[in-house]
């Protein structure tokens, strides 16, 4: 942590490059093991939790912040 004010660019970056990485080892592992109308489910669900994740990432980075 650095003793400047703001949003913490390093914490956001790690936590989107994680959030990246993991949501496409499930992808990948959904495109292996899924099929048809389960296939299509499991990816909204996927990306749906990968969106929010993304969202709470920058709350996260900004918690140093207060």
């Known amino acids: ?3 400047e004010t703001g949003i913490d660019t390093a914490r956001l970056g790690r936590t989107l490059v994680l959030i990246g990485f993991v949501t496409a080892v499930f992808l990948l592992l959904a495109v292996n093991r899924l099929e048809g109308t389960v296939f299509r489910i499991g990816v909204v669900t996927i990306g749906t939790v990968a969106s929010v ?4 990432g920058p709350l996260v980075a900004a918690s140093t912040y207060a």
């Not at 994740?53 to 709470?56: D, L, P």
């Open 1 to 3: 942590m650095s003793s």
């Open 53 to 56: 994740t993304g969202i709470v």
